[in-house]
């Protein structure tokens, strides 16, 4: 599969600032799992996934990653 021309002749900061929102839609499907762990049925039927800790991560390392990427940019 050929690699797109914006993402093959992208800037490091471009790059850091698609993997960043990549990471906050992450933090936002991990919001929804814990959702719906919280507000199922049956109490007892307990999951692996560790929805709350997977969010904070993913929020927090996509946030720093934007952070990143638009000082990457706004200098020349």
């Known amino acids: ?3 797109p021309d914006f993402l093959l002749f992208a800037s490091d900061a471009l790059l850091l600032g698609l993997t960043g929102a990549a990471l906050l839609l992450v933090s936002i499907v991990a919001l929804l799992g814990e959702r719906r762990r919280t507000r199922r ?3 007892d039927a307990v999951g692996c996934m560790p929805w709350t800790m997977l969010s ?11 952070a990143v990427a638009v000082k990457g940019m706004a200098t020349p």
């Open 1 to 3: 599969m050929p690699v």
């Open 41 to 43: 049925k049956q109490p």
């Open 56 to 66: 904070f991560l993913a929020f927090f390392v996509g946030v720093v990653l934007i």
